[in-house]
């Protein structure tokens, strides 16, 4: 079955550093991507997504490009703030079937110290 | 507007006991999700609403495990005979229509705990 496999953490960096957490995927289809991020106590939210290959998502400095020819959807910040210390979800969506439910990698816990 | 809501935010009960679990979705949306946080297995889909469709139902791990949704807003998740692997926090989740590239936008969950 379709699946996403994210980089282990946790990701401990220091304030202004560049970020990158790797998330690949298989599907039978042509999902869509997401990243999701969720903050100490609160919900998941959406950070980023793009629908078809070549897309980039961006939000709040954070960026990520559906690459189809080998399968990944990796997570990048220029220069990471404390405040982006959070759990980062990738996800993928929507590969054809009746339901477009969500499949999650295992989440991938970044520490940024001042 | 109002987000998802979900409740009760904490539910502790003993082994063996059915718990109803509350999914007030954001107006409008006619998809609605639910998931399961658990630490052994990450996050999981449940099962699926959309419309006056039947539900996918595919991801329920067990029998003990239904959920409904009346008026095509509110759902409500019902686990009878609750065992203590069934401790996890479940989350709720509503898009528009249910279409793939939508966003879907999450409850604050309901953090269960089986004694």
């Known amino acids: 079955g379709n699946s996403v496999t994210q980089m282990e953490g946790p990701v401990t960096l220091s304030e202004e550093a560049f970020l990158t957490i790797n998330c690949t995927y298989t599907a039978t289809g042509y999902p869509s991507l997401f990243w999701y991020v969720q903050y100490p106590g609160e919900g998941l939210q959406l950070l980023l997504k793009?629908?078809?290959?070549?897309d980039k998502g961006s939000n709040k400095g954070f960026e990520a490009t559906y690459r189809k020819e080998t399968t990944s959807f990796h997570l990048e910040k220029g220069s990471v703030q404390v405040s982006d210390s959070a759990v980062y979800f990738c996800?993928?969506?929507?590969?054809?079937?009746?339901?477009?439910?969500?499949?999650f990698g295992t989440g991938t816990l970044l520490a940024v110290q001042p | 507007g109002a987000g998802v809501s979900q409740s009760p935010s904490n539910k502790v009960t003993e082994k063996g006991k059915d718990v109803e679990l509350r999914c007030d979705p954001i107006?409008?949306?006619?998809?609605l999700y639910w998931y399961r946080q658990s630490l052994g297995q990450g996050l999981e889909f449940l099962i699926y609403f959309q419309g006056n469709s039947a539900p996918d139902k595919s991801g329920l791990p067990s029998d003990r495990f239904s959920a409904e949704r009346t008026g095509g807003s509110v759902s409500t998740l019902t686990i009878q005979r609750t065992q203590q692997e069934d401790s996890a926090v479940y989350l709720c989740?509503?898009?528009?229509?249910?279409?793939?590239?939508?966003?879907?936008?999450f409850g604050p969950g309901t953090r269960l705990l089986v004694l």
């Open positions: 793009a629908t078809k290959a070549d």
């Open positions: 996800a993928s969506g929507g590969d054809g079937g009746a339901t477009n439910k969500l499949i």
């Open positions: 989740a509503s898009s528009l229509v249910g279409g793939r590239q939508e966003t879907q936008y």
């Open positions: 107006s409008g949306h006619t998809a």
